[in-house]
């Protein structure tokens, strides 16, 4: 069994395959909330069919806020409407308790009704809670089109994520894809691609990025090794080449990724160093912060040593991890939704 002190640190440099691209696809507590419900029903689509690539197309696109005077909210006290995926404990539920108690309007996810209970006890005061197992495309795509209902997220904090550190052999979901991949990557990516484009994006990585190989002809381990730790590790650096990628393709979207650290939290046992808490703040300042040094896209945060290697940001090796995803979903992430928004963060 592998010892949750090897969450603390990396070991080895990230290494980065690019092989022949493949030949298929704190403050106020009294800010005004503005409540929804969230819609639940799911729509019977075969994900294996190209029916749900239409629904997923089809996702409204609305980059007007959903609530009457929430725009004028936005102005004069700087509230701003965030999803924060996979919130109903741990970092995730910290990050949207520490956001609702500055005054935002936070929108939680769980991965079904069950979860989505006990979210709603421990922050009652959330704006809504949307439910979606992010390992399976069908369910992500429902979970856009009821996060459409809240209008625009300004920001959009991808912190669902999974970890099989001791596994022996890979899990296929339903949709005939390897689990922690689909849950860590490829979900983000297509809720992404399918919500409307957002101020901020957060993505969660890990310094365990350090031990990641990514090969784009091979995302999925179909044919290398398997070895849980690693494609754990690999699953974190292409969450930040994500991060990365995207920040490319929308220019008017600060997209970052953040290491949270080592955290005592389910997956980083008791004896990790740092608290839900203080690793939430890090996603926080993220999230809505005014700092300069988080005025910035195409960066990764991290209090530990390492850092991505230029090749893990090489234009072209990002781009084709944005096809690669878009042909594994079916969905294309958008160009810039409007160049009148570009760099409109910048001066509020």
Known sequence: MRSTADLSRPTSTAGVRKTAPPTEGGVSLTAPLCVKALATERSPLDPQSLAWRAVANEVPIDSQPSCQGQAENDGRNGMRNILV???????????????????????????????????????????????GDLRS?????????????????????????IARLDALEWELTGDGLESTFQVN???????????????RLVF??????????????????????WNGVEVYSSSKLLDLMLAFAVARRWPGTLSNAVDPGWVRTKMGGDAAPTSPDDAARAQVRLAVGTEADVLVSGHYFSQRDWRPSLSSMDPGLLDELLTRCGELTGVQLPEEASASRSRQHLDR
Do not use: C, W
Request: no cysteine; hydrophobic share 50%; proline share 5%.
């Open 204 to 225: 969660v990585s890990s310094a365990m990025a350090a031990d990641g190989v990514v090969d784009l002809a091979d995302l999925q381990y179909d044919t290398r090794p």
């Open 85 to 131: 995926t996979g919130s109903v404990d741990g970092i995730g539920l910290r990050t949207a308790a520490q956001l609702v108690a500055g005054g935002h309007q936070v929108v939680l996810h769980a991965r079904n009704e069950e979860r989505a209970a006990v979210a709603k006890t421990a922050l009652p005061a959330a704006a809504g809670i949307a439910v």
């Open 137 to 161: 495309i069908e369910e992500t795509v429902a979970l856009a089109r009821s996060l459409a209902a809240h209008g625009r997220f300004d920001t959009i904090v991808h912190n669902a994520g």
């Open 185 to 199: 990557v490829l979900a983000p990516y297509l809720l992404t691609a399918l919500l409307p484009q957002p101020e």
